[in-house]
């Protein structure tokens, strides 16, 4: 199982970027699968999921910004963030579990990681 993360880079203040993260050998059916990311200094923090059965869920302050989504075949997932700020400034790793996840924001529920993609937010 291994999980692989690209679309990061840098952006300007208000930009858009797209993430994606790609099972590599196998598909995400029946997968729960989040986005966590982690600021210099800073804990790694839940900030959207998608559990095994299509709900979305995402941090309450990010809400408005996030759109989480899968392709029909379950094998990339992409975290959709608009108006980037610099405080999103932080390395992005998604993050999977077969079936549920007990909490989706809890780095603990997860047993598969991706290396991680950094975003940089900066004029």
């Known amino acids: 199982v291994q999980l692989v993360e690209s679309g990061g880079g840098s952006v300007q203040p208000g930009g858009s970027l797209t993430l994606s993260c790609a099972a590599s050998?196998?598909?995400?059916?029946?997968?729960?699968i989040a986005w966590f990311r982690q600021a210099p200094g800073k804990e790694r923090e839940g900030i959207s999921s998608?559990?095994?059965?299509?709900?979305?869920y995402y941090k309450d302050t990010m809400k408005d910004r996030l759109t989480i989504s899968i392709d029909p075949d379950k094998i990339t997932v992409y975290l959709r963030m608009n108006n980037l700020q610099p405080a999103d400034t932080a390395v992005y790793y998604c993050?999977?579990?077969?079936?549920?996840?007990?909490?989706?924001?809890?780095?603990?529920?997860?047993?598969?990681w991706g290396q991680g993609t950094q975003v940089t937010v900066s004029s």
């Open positions: 998608l559990g095994h059965d299509g709900t979305p």
């Open positions: 993050a999977a579990i077969r079936r549920y996840a007990l909490f989706w924001y809890s780095v603990k529920s997860y047993d598969h």
């Open positions: 050998g196998f598909t995400f059916h029946d997968y729960s």
